[in-house]
T-cell receptor, first 116, second 115 residues
Framework: EADIYQTPRYLVIGTGKKITLECSQT?????MYWYQQDPGMELHLIHY???????EKGDLSSESTVSRIRTEHFPLTLESARPSHTSQYLC???????????????FGPGTRLTVL | GESVGLHLPTLSVQEGDNSIINCAYS??????FIWYKQESGKGPQFIID?????DKRQGQRVTVLLNKTVKHLSLQIAATQPGDSAVYFC??????????????FGAGTRLAVHP
């Protein structure tokens, strides 16, 4: 069982609010990721990080931002939430090794966000 | 471009039957493949992986087959149980910029197990 945590698990907020979704892992993984997923649909990579002070945008454009000040922590922030941001947000991490298998991503339980 | 796609969005099987979930990939440079299981309300969980130098790998009740000739990956679940009901994703590791690798996820197949 991977040690990666996300809080809150569920969040219902009003339009215009600023929110931060937390993600922490205790495995010492250098790489971390954020995915957006609508129920029963595919995963879309929105942000990733190769390590401290590294952040990159993923394949799906997102109005959210991320930061990576500590190895174990990779929070995602929405400055002004809108109903179109309603979705599930999944955080993942993987090791930074060259061996095959090192890129296996371990996922947190997700945060289900609803913006009214 | 690069893509990982699944042939069937939903698969319904009877409890006790064997299940086969298929996945197609397009990047011949991909060297590592993973199957994930995602239950309702949870994040994807690692099931089994296979390297590109292998054709078959077996786990507990699961087998992954890789056919590099036609760029096809499959997950076989023996004696399917109600607890196997979930969405299954395949993922391929493919070279990315800067010497890094990237995991590309397929769209997912929902497996529904009926008693």
């Amino acid at each position: 069982e991977a040690d990666i945590y996300q809080t809150p698990r569920y969040l219902v907020i009003g339009t215009g609010k600023k929110i931060t979704l937390e993600c922490s892992q205790t495995m010492g993984h250098d790489k971390m990721y954020w995915y957006q997923q609508d129920p029963g649909m595919e995963l879309h990579l929105i942000h990733y990080s190769y390590g401290v002070n590294s952040t990159e945008k993923g394949d799906l454009s997102s109005e959210s931002t991320v930061s990576r000040i500590r190895t174990e922590h990779f929070p995602l922030t929405l400055e002004s939430a809108r109903p179109s941001h309603t979705s599930q947000y999944l955080c993942a991490s993987s090791e930074d090794r060259t061996a095959v298998g090192a890129d296996t991503q371990y996922f947190g339980p997700g945060t289900r966000l609803t913006v009214l | 471009g690069e893509s990982v796609g699944l042939h069937l969005p939903t698969l319904s099987v009877q409890e006790g039957d064997n299940s086969i979930i298929n996945c197609a990939y397009s990047n011949s440079a991909s060297d590592y493949f993973i199957w994930y299981k995602q239950e309702s309300g949870k994040g994807p969980q690692f099931i089994i992986d296979i390297r590109s130098n292998m054709d078959k790998r077996q786990g507990q009740r699961v087998t992954v087959l890789l056919n590099k000739t036609v760029k096809h990956l499959s997950l076989q679940i023996a004696a399917t149980q109600p607890g196997d009901s979930a969405v299954y994703f395949c993922a391929e590791r493919t070279p990315f910029s800067g010497g890094y690798n990237k995991l590309i996820f397929g769209a997912g197949t929902r497996l529904a197990v009926h008693p």
